[in-house]
């Protein structure tokens, strides 16, 4: 599994103007169930918002990484999301978020196995200073799948 196997044109959105954490977490999902990776808004958005509860999923430096395991993917992907304005987030810096990375994998064993291989490739990438700063400087979609190719 390497990232640019997952990371999907059609799950990244560049320039959005959400102003909450809700906001951006909705307009990500919604990328997800129009390209056919999960089958309902509303229940993944449960899903997520279960796994925030256990822990904070900003990880620094104006990058979030949620995530939920849920009954509702239908195929392992991400949704990428690149906000213009930092918005507030619970983050281990106590900084606010602009770069979003919204996984989406299965509940069941595999999911679980897919989720632990997602987030280690991410988080090698995302401790690279000049990935983050590629990853939030990109206008669009090509930038964001650039940023990950390093």
């Known amino acids: 599994m390497e990232v640019k196997n997952i990371v999907d044109l059609k799950t990244i959105k560049t320039k959005m103007r959400s102003k909450t954490k809700d906001e951006a977490l909705k ?3 919604e990328l997800l ?5 999960i089958t309902d808004v509303d229940g993944f958005m449960k899903d997520i918002y279960a796994r925030e509860a256990e822990g904070q ?4 430096g104006y990058i979030a990484i949620p995530h939920g395991k849920s009954n509702f993917v239908k195929k392992i992907g991400v949704a990428i999301g690149i906000i213009e304005e ?3 987030w619970e983050t281990l810096d106590g900084k606010g978020v602009k770069g979003i990375i919204l996984f989406a994998v299965g509940n069941d064993n595999e999911g679980a196995q897919n989720h632990l291989k997602l987030l280690s490739l991410f988080a090698r990438k995302l401790g690279n200073d000049e990935v983050v700063e590629k990853l ?3 206008k669009k979609a090509e930038d964001v799948e650039d940023a990950f190719s390093n």
């Open 33 to 37: 169930l129009k390209n056919e990776y």
């Open 136 to 138: 939030l400087q990109s």
């Open 57 to 60: 999923t900003g990880i620094g």
């Open 86 to 88: 930092e918005i507030p």
């Open 27 to 29: 307009e990500l999902t």
